[in-house]
């Protein structure tokens, strides 16, 4: 059987993103000509000059292992025993670091890959066994020290002028939750909770404080705030063809 795999190319108008030479590669291997492949006589000392070619790849990918020693002294004058301190995150014998705690929440957050594809993709890379006990470590960890942030975003939405909420469906520990949003084109907000409504909205804590124009789906729980409200222009073309095509109406 032919099989034939078609590749959609780059859109009409799209700039394109072609590979150029970089002005400062990491490395250059020179390759030599130490003889003349005409006469076969020996060139190697002559100056000549060179042609290019880069080849973009990514290093090896291996886990690097610092070690942190912390010095002991007995002070000569009073017999005190003195050890250095350790860096703040180096609190074991042996443990991971915050880069590759970092890739592992990445992956399972933002590409939304489980625990288990997670740990074998990472001892695929790297050759070490990471437990699905750790993975869900490290989520938790990153979920405490992100708090911060996430009133940070919530303080910094209430200072601006427009705002786009929605809410979605999502499941939870296998119940139906909802996955309420509230966004700028630099700041983006999610919050989950078992209600759709008023509830939710309250519990999150950013419209009942908003005082600029929230724009949405007019669905009904939003207009009971007393920010200002613009419509969803991609709600209103769906409503509108909706008209337009079931109901014969013409605009």
Request: proline residues 4%; hydrophobic residues 35%; negative net charge.
């Amino acid at each position: 059987m032919l099989r034939v795999l078609v590749l959609s190319g780059g859109q009409k108008g799209h700039s394109g993103h072609t590979l150029t030479m970089a002005e400062t590669p990491d490395h250059i291997i020179v390759h030599p000509v130490n003889q003349c492949r005409e006469c076969n006589r020996l060139i190697k000392s002559i100056d000549g000059t060179y042609v290019s070619r880069q080849v973009f790849d990514i290093p090896q990918l291996l886990l690097e292992v610092t070690e942190h020693r912390a010095e002991v002294k007995d002070c000569p004058y009073c017999g005190a025993n003195n050890q250095a301190l350790f860096p703040e995150e180096v609190t074991k014998t042996v443990s991971y670091g915050n880069r590759i705690k970092s890739l592992s929440v990445y992956l399972m957050q933002y590409q939304l890959l489980p625990y288990e594809r997670t740990a074998e993709l990472l001892s695929d890379l790297f050759s070490s066994p990471i437990s699905e006990a750790s993975l869900y470590n490290w989520n938790e960890k990153a979920y405490q020290v992100l708090e911060k942030s996430e009133q940070t975003i919530n303080d910094q939405l209430q200072q601006s002028s427009v705002m786009n909420v929605d809410e979605t469906s999502v499941f939870c520990q296998n119940k139906l939750h909802w996955l309420h949003v509230a966004s700028t084109p630099n700041l983006t907000y999610y919050g989950i909770h078992a209600k759709r409504g008023k509830e939710a909205i309250d519990a999150l804590d950013i419209l009942p404080r908003y005082k600029g124009t929230a724009v949405h789906d007019f669905w009904k729980p939003y207009l009971q705030y007393t920010c200002g409200h613009a419509f969803c222009n991609a709600h209103i073309m769906r409503e509108l063809t909706y008209a337009f095509e079931q109901k014969n109406q013409v605009w």
